[in-house]
């Protein structure tokens, strides 16, 4: 079937916006979702939206939700060293209980 | 405070003998999940299970086999241990709107 698509890799420099970007499967996923890994531990959940949203906003965070071409991005604003992990986006296909993750995109932040 | 606990943390097991992990959760959710990540695939979904007495198949479940005796276990057996499926497993337990819940994973190498 198909896949959860993240690019694999995403370098900035301290200080500026991170745009990590997904495409996911199934437009009838109701919520879509952020998760950080830093390494040697689980996944920690940053943010998520639902469906009928465009946007959401999060301190930092912005997550864009484009349905009609099943786009999800999260920008990171002032990024810092300590955004370095992989990020991983998830949806719900179907509008099941269960989560479908991507690849993962391993941020590097540059002092 | 409610959390998700596996183990054990790491583990060698050799070839052909049966592993069973243990996953344990107090958030009192009914979903819970198995995955396994592996480099270049991101988190892929062995099992899953939405409440006492159901289990589900993922998308790479062959060789592995679940049970759901009660709300907070959910423990994962391999039959028979491969050297394929050496690998980093997380449990992870849901409530759909908040996302879901990761533990800190187990290291499983089959020599």
């Known amino acids: 079937g198909e896949d959860v698509e993240q690019s694999l890799f995403l370098s900035v420099r301290e200080g500026d916006s991170s745009v990590i970007n997904c495409t996911y499967t199934d437009s009838s996923s109701t919520y879509l979702y952020w998760y950080k890994q830093e390494p040697g531990a689980g996944l920690q959940l940053l943010t998520y939206i639902f469906s009928n949203m465009d946007m959401k906003q999060d301190q930092r965070l912005t997550v864009l939700l484009n349905k009609k071409d099943k786009h999800l991005s999260l920008r990171i604003a002032d990024t810092q060293t300590g955004d370095s992990a992989i990020y991983f986006c998830a949806e719900t296909p179907g509008g099941t209980y269960k989560y479908i993750f991507g690849t993962g995109t391993r941020l590097k932040v540059l002092a | 405070d409610a959390e998700i606990t596996q183990s054990p943390r790491h583990k060698i097991t050799e070839t052909g003998r049966q592993v069973t992990l243990a996953c344990h959760q107090t958030w009192n959710h009914n979903n819970m999940f198995w995955y396994r990540q592996d480099l270049g695939h991101g988190l892929r979904l062995i099992h899953y299970s939405y409440g006492v007495q159901d289990t589900n198949k993922g998308e790479v479940s062959d060789g592995y086999s679940v049970s759901r005796s009660n709300t907070e276990d959910l423990p994962l057996t391999l039959e028979s241990a491969a050297s394929s499926q050496t690998s980093v497993y997380f449990c992870?337990?849901?409530?759909?709107?908040?996302?879901?819940?990761f533990g800190q994973g187990t290291r499983l190498t089959v020599v």
């Open positions: 992870a337990s849901s409530d759909l709107e908040r996302g879901a819940f």
